[in-house]
T-cell receptor, first 113, second 112 residues
């Protein structure tokens, strides 16, 4: 059974488009995260939600908007895509914020042309 | 802010040898974690060491933590070709809501 799943796995789109990435976890965790990994493999947190409430919002352009319809789902919507948005986006979850390991999804490779 | 700095950035060894990776950080932490990432995959949690612990073992993994020097090391003993991956340290900073700050990673290549 997949613990943290993301769709799509690959996303190729043109500049200026709007796209969404979906994430679901079936671990019963309260906290979910979005990370961005650049071409040099540097991984940086973007957002964190705890039980549907935003608790971490790093310096991310307003074009990125997370949405958590329930605590098992955390989606990422990106408006007006730019070339610099090309990266791998990872969703993760943990039982509680700040309480141990995080479980990562397989990633979504976004390519903006 | 980028917290963890890892060295070496790349490490190439023969199967059966030990691999040691180091991580340094800058602020107070709740815990430090190590993750592995195989090419094209997500991160897999390996081991967590709390700020009041100095050493921890899990199978062929040994992690040390020196909070006075703000550094940690990951030792993989008797390495296997399947250990080839990128290894990241991540710090859980105090009062930051569980935000993990990742190092830039060490690329380990184990040759059969």
């Amino acid at each position: 059974d997949t613990a943290v799943s993301q769709t799509p796995k690959y996303l190729v789109t043109q500049m200026g488009n709007d796209k969404s990435i979906k994430c679901e976890q079936n671990l019963g965790h309260d906290t979910m995260y979005w990370y961005k990994q650049d071409s040099k493999k540097f991984l940086k947190i973007m957002f964190s939600y705890n039980n549907k409430e935003l608790i971490i919002n790093e310096t991310v352009p307003n074009r990125f908007s997370p949405k958590s319809p329930d605590k098992a789902h955390l989606n990422l919507h990106i408006n007006s895509l730019e070339l610099g948005d090309s990266a791998v986006y990872f969703c993760a979850s943990s039982q509680l914020a700040g309480r141990g390991e995080q479980y990562f999804g397989p990633g979504t490779r976004l390519t903006v042309t | 802010s980028q917290q963890g700095e890892e060295d070496p950035q790349a490490l190439s060894i023969q199967e059966g040898e030990n691999a040691t990776m180091n991580c340094s950080y800058k602020t107070s932490i709740n815990n430090l974690q190590w993750y592995r990432q195989n090419s094209g995959r997500g991160l897999v949690h390996l081991i967590l060491i709390r700020s009041n612990e100095r050493e921890k073992h899990s199978g062929r993994l040994r992690v040390t933590l020196d909070t006075s020097k703000k550094s940690s090391s990951l030792l993989i003993t008797a390495s296997r070709a399947a250990d080839t991956a990128s290894y990241f340290c991540a710090t859980d900073e105090r009062n930051q809501g569980g935000k993990l700050i990742f190092g830039q990673g060490t690329e380990l290549s184990v040759k059969p």
